[in-house]
């Protein structure tokens, strides 16, 4: 199964994005999804996660200004971000975790700037 990302760009602080996370199969083949982000000269980090049955997690960084679903119609993840900021600047990436390995999406690049 494989993940192609989209959605990435340029926008002023405080505008929103929504990133999509296409799957070449059913999403339900994922034990759980999530999309990660890495800033120049740091470490890649979770920013949200799915499990199969729909519970939701998110970074304390962006609770209550992102939020990840799914539409199991077509295959696809998102992660709509609100009020985003300068530091939210960052390769963002889809994961999907499989029973017996994780499959990664191609970043795609999201700007905060003004």
């Known amino acids: 199964v494989q993940l192609q990302a989209s959605g990435g760009g340029l926008v002023q602080p405080g505008g929103s994005l929504r990133l999509s996370c296409e799957a070449s199969?059913?999403?339900?083949?994922?034990?759980?999804m999530g999309w990660y982000r890495q800033a120049p000269g740091k470490q890649r980090e979770l920013v949200a996660s799915?499990?199969?049955?729909?519970?939701?997690s998110y970074a304390d960084s962006v609770k209550g200004r992102f939020t990840i679903s799914r539409d199991s119609a077509k295959n696809t993840m998102y992660l709509q971000m609100n009020s985003l900021k300068p530091e939210d600047t960052a390769v963002y990436y889809c994961?999907?975790?499989?029973?017996?390995?994780?499959?990664w999406g191609q970043g795609t690049q999201v700007t905060v700037s003004s």
């Open positions: 799915i499990a199969r049955g729909g519970s939701t």
């Open positions: 994961k999907g975790s499989l029973p017996f390995s994780v499959q």
């Open positions: 199969a059913t999403i339900f083949s994922f034990n759980s």
